[in-house]
């Protein structure tokens, strides 16, 4: 099969198939700024490290997360993760209208085509639209630099404008998101075998297990060594290369996230089987039944949103961390200065709330995203099962009946793992603050005259405060992400008196 021939088999099919490609594009575009707009935050010289008045601090910028060198990791971190939902929902949108794809690739394997061809179309069309998405996303990193690269009238600038990303960057995220998509496509179709007569899709006999939960404590764990490695770094006099703290982070941080994700899959079960046990109405045998037979289709459909819980509830408990710890010291000096007899000028720390505000805001904008791509899913999930919903319509299932138990199957296992997901993001930060706060135990000296003949030696004591668990934070992200879930999947039963329609029958 030449390239041109794949390329135009690829982007052949129905207005459905055109809007998958189009919103695979659409999501691309979207991703690619940021991680380019995260590549021009590392290229400003001096990245991660620098002492204050020295080359490596950007005077230049507005943004106090730009300007200081050691705030700069954490800015690229949160680009990086706000990409994260945009790609869920491209993987979702690549779902979209896959039935008619997948017959359609069946009728091409009838006409002579390979097993590895049919596979090859499916994911260059995710691939094609993917290079689209990023050429359009790049021209528009470009045109948006030029016309913010004008200082403001203080001599500032918003964004890092004065900085164009490594050429290895460019290539690599230019080239690495279609490569990346056309990678997951593949992968996606592993279990799928277009043969000649129809479609076989490979499902998981095996009912999912609770081993998810080793990932979870892997993730804990490496977060809990982190203080008692470095003091026992500081005892030895060693210092550990600047690499380690960030790889042990991003470790245990992933394994956390896994371990959610894939958690899903035995939460989902567990809840079909409760409800297939205890369950007295259609609805719930019905739902109970559809989480058993396929019960990581709560892994996949809530992948993004249990993300964005574990970052927002980790951002909550950093929150509580930080405002205990400003507590602590400003307990400890204002101890001090009554003892020298003295005003206490307490520090303004808001600066690093602030910095908090825009982890939230950027779990905001993945919850968003979240919400999209789960609404695609379901929305799916009604349209490739009509024909089995309008049998059960025909045989004189009420519509209602299908409704609740559409509701019942996604809110069974999205509330259980929204509380699993926030659990292990607090627990996460509390593993590394070790649960509470402790100010150090020092003398402190000051002058009492003039020419400081006389000096008053100062004992301070150690101040101790525990690290209070953000419960009402939690229990806001927790209830936006099941709001979200429920919102979500009342626009999807919109879709259901189409779907459930007598004509239906007679679709193949």
Known sequence: MSPLTLVRLALAGSRTDTLRVVLTAASAAVATPLLLLSAAV?????FGQGHRGSDSWAEQYRLQVLVEPGLRPGVVITLVLMTIPVLALAAQCGRLGAPAR?????????????????????AAETGLASALGS?????????????????????????PTDVLPATWALVAICAGLPLLATAVAMLLLRRVAFTPYGVVRRSRNRPPGPYAGILIVIGAVAMAVLQPGFRWAERIKWSPPGWVLPAILFVGTLCAALGVVLGTGWI???????????GRRPAALLAGSRLMADPWSGSRTFAVLLICVLF????????SWFATDFA?????????????????????????????????GAVAFGVALAAAGMLVAVVEGIVSRRRAYSSLVATGVPRGVLARSIVLQAVAPVVPAVLVAAAVGVTLIHAIAGGSVRSANYESSSCTSADC???????????VRQIPVPLADL?????????????????????????TAVEELRTT
């Open 42 to 46: 590392i290229a400003i010289p001096g």
């Open 102 to 122: 997948d017959r359609r690739l069946a009728a091409i394997r009838l006409a002579g085509a390979t097993p590895g061809q049919a596979v090859r179309l499916a």
């Open 135 to 159: 050429a359009a996303g790049l021209a528009g990193y470009l045109i948006l630099r030029r016309a913010l690269g004008r200082p403001g009238a203080d001599g500032r600038l918003l964004l």
């Open 268 to 278: 989902s079960y567990t809840a079909g089987r409760i409800l297939r046990r205890y």
């Open 312 to 319: 927002g509830a980790g951002a909550a408990g950093a929150r």
């Open 328 to 360: 602590v010291r400003e307990e400890a000096g204002r101890w001090q200065a009554a003892q020298a007899g003295q005003p206490y000028y307490a520090d303004d720390n808001s600066f690093y709330f602030t910095t908090l505000d825009l982890i939230n």
């Open 453 to 463: 003949t006389t000096e008053v030696v100062v004992h301070v004591p150690s101040f």
């Open 475 to 499: 229990a806001l992200l927790g209830g936006l992400a099941v709001a979200a879930a429920l919102a979500v999947v009342g626009v999807g039963l919109l879709f259901l008196r189409p779907a």
